[in-house]
């Protein structure tokens, strides 16, 4: 239940190491820079550095660069070899590989463009193998033209309808539904004979008139070429290869501290400048301040000073820190908010109390263990971020698998395991032991009921603790899940437990005047106590006293004209008597439906038992394979429908029924300066 210690840096120097000290801070992987102090209105001449994006289009340039080579830029790369450290060097090393790689690349890139043209131009001479006739002299042909192309085989029946125009008509491969082919008609009737054999689908291919000799000498000539291409392809290839092995390496290294440099010029919108000098500030854990001092070593000419935090101090950033087994359940707080910096981390609370409840509204041996194992593949082969709460929850229903007697929905196998069968337990409201839950389920009720109870009392016991520490004493000691508040309801229910189960009378006058009437007139008048509380120093911060001292008159009426607080505001008797019966009334009712709200947890494992059981039927109808078959489907809909929305259920209650008693959120998270930046 830990927020980690953090530490406020101050950090000044002479502003010509304002980069080297912000690239530090970003390796440093660990500071929370806090954004400028408004210095308006005051009598210092400052301004903010301005972040200019120098480095974006380096960023880019690089990432082409390396894209161009087939490299694999590696961002994580250690740059402490590279002296690089201006825009004009990073500049002339890109240049130097850009020189190098650009006239290869572009030659590459023509020859591909010009092999895509070949290859398609190859492929078409194929369809008119056994032309004998010279391409480029029918192609340039003065008094005669030739058309290539393919028609549509439904086509080739009509041309006998026009045997008295003028054309030659020849064939070549048929293929599908068309036939490759080549006219020759006279240059004067191009245009008419054209449309003809547009108007029957013809459609043309054009071959370039350089193609010497007839199609397969053409197509072998082109052939020919293409290779000859192909080889001067894969010479460029290996030369750039040869240029990636080199550079490869360093290009990556200059890319991560491009990147690292990039960061830290956009933390530049965050640092003030006055008298020639940089100033900012921030947080990093206070377990790394030994090796971020190291780190601000290197730069020299800089003042760095520490502050330990107090719970006093305002913008405080938030790091939780927990164990294996509670860290996964850190995201259901984040969903919820961040604590206070000054609160408690109630991750592990969460976490114990996730996973008691699923156990309890979902308890199988045999569906918890696959749970487990689901969790445990999920967080091997994925970064499914429920995938290790999976793995817990699932070790959680499978012990109250054993509690219940359950294992894949049969309650025989683990019969004598069941708690409900145990005489000291069933003895209180049964003559014999129940068969099975749902002839306990009076008790499974009734426990859960005192599970709700329990659960709301802890609540209240950590929000006055928290709420003392954060000196809010309205909550902590007048609220509903207070002091007064906690009195009032340990006392409603062991007075009216007491006397309705165990037929012990509790509610005594004196019983009834302390412990549920003091309470009461306490709620009712908070505000005139708090009042008089803050008077005499005891509450809110306004405690005048200091080592034991008292401050003189006119101090006290100084730091009264410095309180920016609103007075309180007056009230008539009557709206004050109608605020103090309302707050009670609704006190009262939260504790009932608060209580009652956690008989969903005895719901729930009845109904679990009562989907098995409508399985277990519907698989008696069948023989042999049906039967399994059925009792397989009715595990696997049980184990993802109702699991799921028992998760549902238990969030509910983690955030409506204990987080709203005890949590105060309002914590800035700590968001380290490293790397923050993306390029795309």
């Avoid at 974006?56 to 694999?72: D, H, N």
């Avoid at 091997?380 to 054993?402: D, E, H, N, V, Y």
């Avoid at 008989?599 to 049906?626: Q, Y």
């Amino acid at each position: 239940m830990a927020i980690e210690k953090v530490t406020l840096v101050y950090i000044e120097g002479n502003l010509r190491k304002i980069s080297k000290t912000l690239t530090k801070c970003c390796e440093s992987g660990a500071f929370h820079i806090n954004p400028p102090p408004d210095t308006s209105g005051t009598e210092f001449t400052a301004k903010n550095l301005k972040d200019k994006g120098v480095y974006e289009r380096m960023i880019k340039r690089t990432k082409a660069l390396a894209e161009s080579l087939g490299v694999k830029l590696d961002e994580n790369s250690s740059y402490d070899d590279i002296e690089y450290t201006t825009p004009t060097d990073f500049k002339k090393y890109l240049d130097s590989i850009d020189k190098m790689q650009s006239e290869l690349s572009e030659e590459k890139l023509r020859l591909n463009g010009e092999l895509r043209a070949e290859a398609a131009i190859y492929h078409n001479l194929l369809r008119f193998s056994g032309l004998d006739a010279d391409i480029s002299e029918l192609l340039t042909c003065r008094y005669v033209k030739a058309r290539f192309g393919r028609i549509p085989n439904g086509s080739m029946r009509k041309l006998a309808f026009y045997e008295d125009r003028l054309f030659s008509f020849y064939p070549f491969e048929s293929k599908e539904n068309f036939t490759w082919c080549l006219y020759l008609t006279p240059a004067d009737e191009k245009n008419s004979i054209d449309y003809l054999f547009n108007s029957l689908g013809f459609e043309r291919t054009v071959l370039p008139d350089y193609l010497k000799g007839n199609s397969d000498q053409a197509a072998h000539m082109l052939l020919e070429e293409m290779d000859g291409e192909l080889a001067r392809v894969n010479e460029i290839e290996e030369e750039l290869k040869k240029i990636a092995d080199k550079e490869g390496e360093k290009l990556s290294k200059v890319y991560a501290k491009l990147r690292m440099t990039n960061s830290s010029y956009e933390l530049r919108t965050n640092v003030t400048v006055f008298d020639s000098k940089f100033h900012f500030s921030g947080y990093i854990p206070t377990k790394e301040k030994k090796r971020f001092s190291e780190l601000m070593d290197d730069v020299g000419d800089i003042t760095v000073s520490y502050r330990e935090t107090t719970p006093d101090d305002s913008g405080v950033p938030v790091i939780l820190k927990n164990n294996r087994l509670f860290r996964p359940f850190e995201m259901f707080v984040k969903m919820y908010g961040l604590p206070a910096a000054n609160g408690i981390d109630p991750t592990p609370i969460v976490a114990i109390t996730y996973m008691l409840l699923y156990g309890m509204m979902f308890g199988d041996v045999g569906q918890g263990i696959c749970i487990i194992l689901l969790g445990l593949l999920l967080t091997k082969f994925t970064k499914f971020s429920l995938a290790p709460i999976l793995t817990r929850i699932g070790f959680s229903s499978t012990i109250f698998g054993f509690v219940y007697g359950s294992v894949f929905g049969n309650e025989e196998l683990l019969k004598d395991f069941a708690i409900f069968r145990f005489p000291p337990i069933y003895s209180l409201f049964y003559k014999e032991a129940p068969e099975n839950v749902f002839q306990a389920s009076t008790l499974l009720l009734i426990m859960a009921l005192l599970v709700g109870v329990a659960l709301i009392i802890m609540t209240m016991i950590i929000n006055i603790f928290v709420s003392l520490k954060m000196r809010d004493y309205e909550s902590g000691i007048f609220g509903a899940s207070g002091i007064c508040g906690m009195v009032l309801y340990t006392s409603l229910v062991a007075g009216f437990g007491c006397t309705i189960a165990l037929g012990i009378n509790l509610l005594t006058p004196a019983y009834i005047i302390c412990l549920i009437g003091l309470p009461i007139l306490l709620i009712f008048f908070k505000e005139p106590l708090l009042h008089q509380m803050e008077t005499h120093g005891l509450a809110s911060g306004r405690n005048v006293k200091k080592n034991g001292g008292n401050i003189d008159t006119g101090l006290k009426a100084k730091l009264a004209e410095m309180d920016d607080r609103p007075a309180p505001e007056k009230k008539s008797v009557g709206i004050f008597i109608i605020e103090g019966f309302i707050d009670i009334f609704e006190t009262c009712l939260t504790f009932l439906s608060n209580t009652m709200s956690y008989l969903r947890i005895g719901g729930f494992i009845l109904s679990h038992a009562g989907l098995m059981l409508v399985f277990s039927i519907i698989s008696e109808m069948f023989d042999g394979v049906g039967s399994i078959i059925v009792m397989i489907f009715g595990n696997i809909f049980v184990t993802g429908f109702e699991g799921f929305i028992v998760g549902i259920q238990v969030l509910r209650l983690e955030f409506y029924e204990l987080f709203s008693r005890y949590f105060k959120s309002g914590g800035i998270p700590f968001k380290s300066v490293s790397m923050s930046t993306k390029i795309s």
